[in-house]
């Protein structure tokens, strides 16, 4: 994924955590707009301080929790080894940027500091761009420190320019004209988002095993003080184009929780979702903090999967005769699975995943709640739960 796929991944960062901005730190003396580091909030009564975590990664579009008033660092990893600098933008309601070396394994690495991490927005997201020059070192686009813009080489479009120096975007969006700036034809330089989650204490899900649509039990532990109120969102992860009335019962559903007192900073929270309604797919699991001063969430996938009916109903049967197909052998044997995804059609002899099949494929979804997948010859190789992902290709 490239810095210009960042539209679609909007949609998915609709239901995970309230995210916030902040600032990169230890900035270099010349050719920067550093931006001061606020002091250090006071800490919140009844919340734990966080055990340090493995440092993590920039990832395209991944969302990192950064907790206020704690050191963070990301480290990077640069595509081409000829590459010894890279250039790091952080927006977050201003630009700034910072020189950073490549280590001679090809990875770098930025740290916030308590200060900064402290002042993280609540209001609205930040943005870390990782700008990978053409090698060895030439940047197509830069911070002008004295004025405060950004400017670019003579191939990147004016309008362009002049929507990342538009002040009133929030950072979200004013990434995305930075990705296609850094990213014009002719500037052999690409970029790699991701995005900060500003939070005031720790928080995590237990793994949630498959079940029926019911009753979903979401619990974890967290630092938040006892008697936090929890929102719990559950919504599908294969988002689709939808009629005006649409019916969303079928693919979201919510939840509360109150976190209770446990063992000294480790806290518990339990609470469940009605999902009687869902059809069957997979599904983000939101947990957030209903308490605005005291940030804090967490997200993982859960496989909601409907009972196959005992007797399959009526359903749009297929006039074969009308077709130029070849007779299907069908496997009553093979167990049906969830698909990774919606479908891919991939050359033959290059699917990695079950989602992805090979031209000429033959799919039939039956009244049985089961689409089987035949190659040309008719053969089943392949038997998948008629979900929210098998509707899209």
């Known amino acids: 994924m490239t810095c210009l796929d960042r ?3 909007l949609l998915l960062l609709a239901i995970l955590l309230i995210v916030s901005a902040g600032c990169i730190t230890a900035w270099p003396s010349s050719n920067t707009t550093p931006l001061a580091a606020a002091p250090a909030a006071s800490p919140q009564a009844g919340v734990a301080t966080a055990t340090v975590s493995p440092v993590p990664t920039f990832s395209d579009h991944g969302s990192l929790n950064v907790l206020r008033g704690e050191p963070f660092t990301v480290t990077g990893t640069v595509p081409n080894r000829a590459i010894t600098m890279v250039q790091v933008w952080l927006l977050n309601g201003s630009i700034s940027t910072i020189l950073e070396p490549v280590m001679p394994d090809g990875t770098f690495r930025i740290t916030l500091d308590s200060g900064v991490t402290s002042a993280l927005s609540r209001n609205f997201t930040s943005a870390i761009v990782a700008q990978y020059p053409s090698p060895p070192d030439q940047f197509a686009v830069n911070l002008d420190p004295a004025s405060g813009h950004v400017v670019g080489s003579s191939v990147i479009p004016a309008r362009i320019l002049t929507e990342v120096n538009d002040k009133q975007y929030y950072p979200t969006t004013q990434e995305d004209f930075l990705g296609q700036a850094i990213e014009s034809p002719g500037t052999n330089n690409s970029c790699i988002i991701t995005f900060l989650n500003g939070i005031d204490a720790t928080l995590d899900i237990t793994p949630i095993p498959p079940g ?3 009753t979903m039990t979401v619990s974890g532990n967290t630092s938040l003080p006892a008697g936090t109120p929890l929102s719990i969102g559950v919504g599908t992860v294969s988002f689709h184009p939808t009629s005006k009335n649409y019916d969303f019962s079928h693919e979201s559903a919510e939840g509360s929780a109150v976190v209770t007192a446990g063992p000294v900073g480790i806290n518990h929270y339990y609470g469940t979702v009605d999902t009687s309604r869902l059809n069957t797919g997979k599904y983000f699991v939101a947990v957030n903090s209903g308490n605005q001063s005291l940030q804090a969430g967490a997200t993982i996938y859960a496989d909601v999967i409907a009972p196959l009916p005992a007797q399959p109903g009526p359903g749009n049967y297929i006039n074969w005769s009308a077709l130029a197909l070849p007779t299907l052998a069908t496997n009553e044997t093979m ?9 891919t059609i991939v050359p033959p002899g290059t699917s990695t995943q079950d989602n992805e099949v090979p031209y000429g494929s033959i799919i039939d979804c039956a009244p049985d709640g089961i689409c089987r997948v ?12 008629n979900s929210n992902e098998e509707h899209m290709m």
């Open 7 to 9: 539209r679609y991944s």
């Open 335 to 343: 167990a049906p699975v969830l698909l990774a995804g919606e479908w």
């Open 374 to 385: 035949y190659d040309q010859a008719g053969v089943q190789f392949l038997a998948v739960y």
């Open 212 to 214: 029926s649509p019911g």
